[in-house]
């Protein structure tokens, strides 16, 4: 079965005669797709799908899963669309089209239009028809007898899926989050965040009445009702005014799991963790955090043995409060996209198991068992949605071959949804496989990394060289094209610049996921030392020490988190990487916490800490030239962190180029902005590490 997954995958290689050469405009012409989700019934699975620019929902259908595009958005116009949402009969599904807003209520408008962009619910049939808007706002939620409930500026309204007129379903304090319908539809749980804690609310949609379940000091999240409605289940996180700082947590005030009776509104605690490993929550990408399944269970994750894993529990058997977990998922790895079969009776997951630098797709019984491997190779694959009990959508690349969309109809071999999306100048045959390499830090640690080696490189040559770091930091770069936007891009850039003659290393240091507890939680990472730096000098030196590479033509670029370290081998060790791109950067760790948390007051002693940590603080030793990047409506890393070190460079000289892009987010949101940074990179590599040196 494996092995026809991976012809069938081969579809998708453009024919080379139609692409003779590798181009930034061929590689980022490749469509993303960045969600999937299978209707709770009917067989209908949709994705959302952006072809250069301009995103769109497809559906496909049992017995055939013929793809159609459902929507007809055109241009770049930079408007993401997120949170497909089924109705509860499969008959239509919800999404959201437009972004957040940021602290001004602005959303993004990064096409510069001349009028107003929104974000708001719309929805479309499953078989046929248009997309209609539904409201302004984000988050919906669809009841039995099609309700649609949704959040716009923190507060809980109502509609239908006719669209009718909306109306504010209740007024509440704090902010409205993580809406979940009984399964009657005739009560709604939600979360009430209030900043430094967080209730559960119930509100009786006949009654009109509103309770606050269970309320603490603490934050509560994560709701899953019990099938038959008479319960709900949700984590309690202990209250921390230190939660967030980039400072490792290996251990804390241990979080549980409290099941609430929802008629007398009786809490108790039903499951807690240990102390140690794992007491402090770390999620997966599900719709549901805490999966109430066959049997009375509860499925959630949890990091007991330093590795994020899926675990079991009894609800009936924790009403005592010393019930314990199970666990499901054994073993060094890293469980990260979850999804529950139709039936509830099976999890479907991806992991890095038996291929730590890659993902695939298994499935265990929520009674437990031996977990079984859907797919394996040297592809990866995530984001699985089960539509029928034995066919499974999800979303798969390889090293050469970008993101797709994919039907695993069991027995049958899999094969893509939409193959003929895939333009012919996408240059597939043309691309390298990265490679896999384990080297030393500058203290030691072994760090992974993808190397990516061009296909003219000839014995005895000498090459320039580019190191890439990842954001986040909680991140893992794959042997295959990412499966976050993001990092699909950096990766097309990856294949260019090896395309264009660099040695290219992307590296996952450390504060990263993919690699347990320890490695993710590092020892002094971030604003508590950089510790990461020894992974940037490690890698540098790595570089250094090949034979293929020229040790004085050594340059780096990374995005955000990346920028950080770009910005600390730049301030620290010009003499070793002689030039950097350095996009969105953090450049004081204390400006970089207070985008987060506004009301941050660590005293004069942290902010010594956090400053000592930050590349500003090493800017006298700056020697190597730079491009700045940024977009001005950033709401991940303020626009003031590449001011304020623009600054600093003047005044010494330091030689700095810049590409600003007027009302661009942080995760850029237009094909035009991502080709535009590319091209501007490379232009920079080539004049600072190629212009008037010899190649060998």
Known sequence: MVRRFVVCALLLVPDVALAQQVTLEGLLSAPFPSEIAAAPSGGHVAWVQSARGS??????????????????????????????????????????????????NEIPNPALSPDAAEQAIWAVDATDGDARKLAVGSAPAVSPTGQVVYVSRGQVWATDLAAAKPTQLLTIRGQARDLRFAPDGKRLAFV??????????????????????????DQDANIAWSPDGARIAFTRTPASRDNFSFAPRREGEPWSIRVVDVASGTGAEVWKADRGPGSVFQGVSADEQLMWVAGDRLVFPWERDGWIHLYVLRV??????????????????????????????RVIYSSNQDDIDRRHLWAVAVTGGAPEALTTGKGSEWMPAPVTDSAIAFLRSDGKMAAHAAILPRPRAARPLAPDTMPAEFPAALLVEPQQVIFPAADGMPIHGQLFVPRDLKAGEKRPAVL??????????????????????????????????????????????????????????????????NDVLGAGLYMKSRSDVDAHRIGIYGGSYGGYLTAHALARASDLFAAGVDIHGVHDWNVGIRTFIPSYDPGPDIERRNFNASPLAFVSGWRSPVLLVHGDDDRNVSFAETVTLAEALRKQGVTFEQLILPDEIHGFLRNESWRKVFTAAADFFDRHLKAGRSSS
């Open 468 to 533: 890439f770091f990842h954001g986040g930091s909680r991140r893992q770069m794959l042997l295959a094209w990412h499966y976050m936007g993001y990092y699909h891009n950096t990766y097309a850039m990856n294949q260019f610049l090896a395309s264009r003659g660099y040695v290219v290393l992307s590296v996952n240091y450390r504060s990263g996921t993919g690699y347990g507890l320890n490695f993710r939680e590092a020892l002094n990472y971030g604003a508590t030392g950089a510790s990461e730096f």
């Open 192 to 217: 009430s965040a209030r900043g430094d804690h967080s209730f559960v609310g119930l509100f009786d949609t006949s009654a009109r009445s509103l309770r606050y379940l269970d309320p603490s000091v």
């Open 316 to 345: 009936e058997a924790g009403s005592d409060g010393t019930a314990k977990a199970a666990l499901l998922t054994p073993g060094a790895f890293e469980v990260e996209h979850v999804a529950l079969t139709p039936d509830r009776t």
């Open 55 to 104: 995103r769109n929902v497809w559906i496909a259908s049992a017995p055939d899963f013929k793809a159609r595009q459902a929507t007809r958005f055109t241009g770049d116009d930079g408007q993401d669309i997120t949170t497909l949402t089924w109705s509860p009969d499969g008959k239509v599904v919800l999404f959201v089209r437009g972004g957040g807003p940021n602290r001004q």
